[in-house]
């Protein structure tokens, strides 16, 4: 059995993130700018949190962090209340109107892959639906190893 070439293969794994990112996420159209949209991603992917959960994954102190949540608490994209179980905490959740930007975002992305989708042949795009398949699947894989390492 050949040995695993773990660098080759990370390599090419960021390169096809990178180009996923280049042909499809940095030619979608946002409305504001890119760190209020950031926040609000965050907050449609992992449902409400606290100013500082949130400022650990964007790697912003909290003094960073406010004035984004004044913009998007302005524009009323989200709600900061004090958080039922520490009320020294405070929890922001998505509005509806904030919800809407990030599913019309995703609803732009999906369109302009399925147009893209529609380019390639049926060969192609069967090796392509195959591919993502195992793609998603091995993703999922590292991940759930990922977390089991941490617990440990």
């Known amino acids: 059995m050949p040995e695993k070439d773990y660098?080759?293969?990370?390599?090419?794994?960021m390169a096809a993130l990178f180009a996923v990112h280049q042909n499809f996420f940095r030619?979608?159209?946002?409305?504001?700018?890119?760190?209020?949209?950031?926040?609000?991603?965050?907050?449609?992917?992992?449902?409400?949190?606290?100013?500082?959960?949130?400022?650990k994954?964007?790697?912003?102190?909290k003094q960073q962090m406010t004035p984004i949540l004044d913009k998007l608490a302005k524009y009323d994209c989200i709600i900061r209340?004090?958080?039922?179980?520490?009320?020294?905490?405070t929890q922001v959740s998505l509005t509806?109107?904030?919800?809407?930007?990030?599913?019309?975002?995703?609803?732009?992305?999906r369109l302009r892959i399925e147009k893209g989708l529609q380019t390639l042949g049926d060969e192609d795009f069967d090796r392509l639906a195959d591919s993502v398949g195992a793609f998603k699947l091995s993703i999922d894989k590292m991940a759930i190893n990922k977390a089991k390492a941490k617990t440990k």
């Open 7 to 13: 660098k080759t293969l990370s390599v090419a794994f």
């Open 96 to 109: 509806r109107k904030g919800n809407n930007i990030i599913e019309d975002f995703n609803e732009q992305l």
């Open 27 to 55: 030619k979608a159209t946002i409305t504001m700018p890119v760190n209020h949209f950031t926040v609000l991603m965050i907050l449609h992917d992992e449902g409400p949190m606290t100013i500082r959960d949130m400022g």
């Open 81 to 89: 209340e004090p958080l039922p179980a520490d009320r020294r905490f």
């Open 57 to 61: 994954l964007l790697v912003m102190s």
